[in-house]
């Protein structure tokens, strides 16, 4: 570590205008990165070079995965089941907002050398700083079922029912041991891994778009043209979902601290522009991957599903005279006129029956490869939050083993003494559950980067403050209105609803303590006392030596 100058201290720390970047060395903690960086190609250039977008390409597409988890999926097809092609604009406004707000925790942990978790760390008094770290928890453990939901349900399909829901909820605590097992095998080497399923994903769902073959015209339509003619609440509610289901909250600190995994020099602000440049070209690919696979799906199913009822899907099954189709239609569906409520075990059965057996299990392998890819993100962010906040270092199995049985128990007892229904209706209260954690990645995020004794230079400009904070503000509004929504569906009992004005009285407390620090922040000021840099990015912080494997 290095030791620095009382003088030097005082003389740096006056240059308000510039950032103490050679010092940031030194900020860095020993963190799961510090032994294992990939090396970036020494180049003074300041031209483009795709050797060093190579050497950036891995955090962003692990992020992606985010936006292409069992849950995300099943928001797609609802979406295109309920609103038809209309909310495809939706989809792609909340990719681009979810960009902005990476765009910003990638900048953090590139310019400070401390992802978002550590930073609560440093910046936050020790209650309200467990408190967010329960809330980051809660949304890696319900990232941690629609996963495990997912899984159990593609390997439902794929063995024709031979392994239970239950069986597969199981499964899913020894494939997530498989994937902390490769990781041994290096960093890249688990990218190429990821790089890999977000393919099988974009060959799967494009297999089904290319057998559906909806109308490019009004793919291209909805995508571009916002507007929703005739939109009942349904539809509103579900193009609130959409943007709920989008943008998760554990996202920002996980790819805060994948960023974290190049060795970039931060003794010079050059190379520092270059890191950001790179990370967010290839943040941008990543995301556009991301948003393909989606509008594959929401295209799909609202060919194929908008307005369709349960006995118009089970004629088309019988018109296909496969008995095991036939039967799963029938038990699924019934023989009614409602329209048809999707989810994802439905919509295999209805690509089956409309594109052959086959478009079902290439389904099943896609909702197959979004479980497990999305599997190992969760475990990278919920070591990084633990690691964070809490200053602590558990070997990954451990952590792995805790998050994954309490995510496992209520999972499994939904699957093995309820229906496949109810499991699957699960993912959307999982969805709400997450939208209420998102303020806590949201705010912290921007009150830190928009902080000059943090960033220095590199901090956002008053433009990229403005649209920053009302962006973060409609999110958090549209994702409060649809856990509202979702709560008046559930039609509680009195003192249900007498314990969620408790509870909401105390989260809107939380949220105006985070909101008054962002405040703190637009100011320059430091949020503990004293000057930020000098307590924080000038002092070496002693570190105790890993114990992650």
Not at 74 to 102: C, H, K, P
Not at 423 to 451: E, G, H, K, W
């Amino acid at each position: 570590m290095a030791v620095f100058e009382s003088g030097e201290k005082k003389e740096e720390c006056s240059k308000r205008d510039e950032t103490p970047t050679h010092y940031y060395e030194a900020n860095e903690r020993d963190t799961y990165f510090s032994n294992e960086k990939v090396i970036v190609p020494e180049d003074d250039s300041h031209n483009f070079s795709f050797k060093k977008l190579w050497a950036f390409t891995g955090p962003g597409f692990l992020m992606s995965i985010a936006y292409l988890d069992p849950g995300n999926i099943e928001s797609d097809l609802q979406s295109g089941t309920v609103g038809n092609y209309r909310l495809l604009w939706v989809l792609f406004s909340a990719t681009i907002l979810g960009f902005l707000m990476q765009t910003l925790a990638t900048k953090l942990g590139v310019v400070t050398g401390l992802h978002l978790a550590e930073m609560c760390f440093k910046q936050y008094k020790k209650v309200p700083r467990l408190i967010l770290w329960i809330m980051i928890e809660i949304a890696v453990i319900g990232s941690d079922m629609q996963e495990v939901i997912g899984t159990a349900i593609a390997l439902y399909l794929l063995s024709n029912k031979l392994i239970p829901l239950w069986l597969g909820c199981l499964i899913t605590i020894f494939d997530t041991f498989t994937f902390l097992f490769l990781d041994k095998y290096g960093l890249r080497k688990l990218e190429l891994l990821f790089g890999f399923l977000i393919a099988v994903m974009g060959i799967t769902f494009g297999y089904e778009y290319i057998v559906a073959q909806p109308p490019a015209l009004e793919v291209s339509k909805g995508l571009l043209i916002p507007m929703c003619k005739d939109c009942d609440s349904e539809v509103i509610l579900q193009a609130v979902g959409v943007i709920g289901a989008v943008i998760m909250p554990h996202n920002l600190y996980l790819h805060s601290a994948l960023v974290k995994s190049r060795d970039i020099n931060r003794s010079k602000p050059a190379k520092i522009i270059e890191a950001n440049m790179y990370y967010y070209i290839e943040s941008a690919i990543a995301l556009v991957c991301s948003l393909i696979i989606n509008i594959f799906v929401v295209s799909v199913f609202a060919f194929g599903l908008f307005k369709t009822t349960n006995s118009d899907l089970v004629q088309k099954c019988q018109a296909t005279e496969n008995d095991y189709l036939i039967g799963l239609a029938r038990e699924e569906f019934g023989n009614n006129t409602d329209f048809v409520d999707a989810d994802i075990y439905k919509g295999g059965i209805f690509l089956g029956c409309s594109f052959g057996t086959a478009a079902m299990y290439i389904w099943a392998v896609g909702i197959l490869a979004a479980g497990q890819s999305s599997t190992m993100t969760g475990t990278y962010a919920g070591q990084f939050a633990m690691e964070g906040f809490l200053d602590l270092r558990w070997p990954r199995w451990k952590r792995v083993l805790l998050t994954r049985s309490i995510a496992m128990i209520p999972t499994f007892c939904t699957a093995f003494f309820t229906s496949l229904s109810d499991l699957t209706r699960l993912n959307d209260y999982l969805n709400a559950v997450m939208s209420l954690q998102l303020p806590f990645a949201l705010i912290p995020t921007i009150a830190f980067t928009c902080n000059k004794q943090i960033m220095g230079q590199f901090v956002n400009g008053i433009v990229l403050n403005i649209i920053s904070i009302l962006l973060a503000m409609v999110i958090i509004s549209i994702n409060i209105f649809f856990v509202s929504e979702k709560l008046i569906q559930a039609e509680l009992p009195i003192y249900g609803l007498s314990m969620i004005c408790v509870l909401s009285v105390f989260y809107f407390a939380l949220i105006a303590y985070f909101s008054f620090h962002l405040y703190i922040g637009l100011r320059g000021k430091s949020v503990d006392k004293g000057s930020m840099v000098e307590k924080y990015v000038m002092t070496p912080i002693k570190t105790s030596p890993s114990t992650t494997p």
